[in-house]
């Protein structure tokens, strides 16, 4: 069974940089595609960033392009989000997210994905 547990999140004024963490257990973060998604207070849970099994490629939602870089620690077991020039609008609970696969592939959906965290808040203040 994997687990995965965010960390990171917290108060921020607009402008600032922050990195998540998401530490996965129970298997190798090399056999598994890892997803960053976020919801907004009201609003439904949307896809941030992605990164394949093999580590590349990586891909992002166009609301945080040029802002964050998604990355991983394979001996630590750890995903990152680095999410620079943060806007109100990014305020949200992040969660990651894990299915097992291979090779080069990334997903931008919800259902693709069988394992998530439970969360990180981030509030952006203006």
């Known amino acids: 069974q994997v687990q995965l547990v965010e960390s990171g999140g917290g108060l921020v004024q607009a402008g600032d940089s922050l990195r998540l963490s998401c530490l996965v257990s129970?298997?190798?973060?090399?056999?598994?595609?890892m997803g960053w998604f976020r919801q907004g207070h009201g609003k439904e849970r949307e896809f941030v960033a992605a990164?394949?099994?093999?580590?590349?490629?990586?891909y992002y939602a166009g609301s945080v392009k040029g802002r964050s870089t998604v990355s991983r620690d394979v001996a630590k077991d750890t995903l990152y989000l680095q999410m620079n020039s943060l806007k109100p609008e990014d305020a949200a609970v992040y969660y990651c997210a894990a299915r097992s696969a291979r090779g080069t592939y990334y997903y931008t959906q919800i259902p693709n994905y069988d394992y998530w965290g439970q969360g990180t808040q981030v509030t952006v203040s203006s």
């Open positions: 129970g298997h190798t973060l090399s056999e598994y595609a």
């Open positions: 990164i394949s099994a093999s580590g590349a490629p990586t």
